[in-house]
């Protein structure tokens, strides 16, 4: 099987544990855009900020939300 580039198959992998919390509320109160959502985006290639709001509209409110999606973003494409 052949992987797309930054395309991650198991994204929960890369998480610690404190990340792993609280999947099915929002992460972007603001837009309504749940956790595992920008989780997934991030999993299928967004590697940036604006990528994730493209894909999600996390972060398309106040951004009270971009530290956290930063964060995932680490996380999920960080070198093994």
Do not use: Y
Request: hydrophobic fraction near 35%; charged fraction near 25%; aromatic fraction near 2%.
């Amino acid at each position: 099987m052949k992987l797309t580039p930054n395309i991650v198959p198991n994204p929960l992998d890369k998480l610690p544990e404190v990340l792993k919390q609280n999947l099915k509320r929002n992460l972007c109160v603001c837009n309504e855009v749940k956790k595992m959502d920008v989780i997934n985006a991030i999993a299928n290639g967004a590697t940036t900020v604006m990528k994730v709001r493209e894909q999600t509209f996390a972060t398309g409110g106040n951004g009270c939300c971009t530290r956290q999606v930063e964060r995932l973003i680490e996380c999920i494409h960080a070198s093994d």
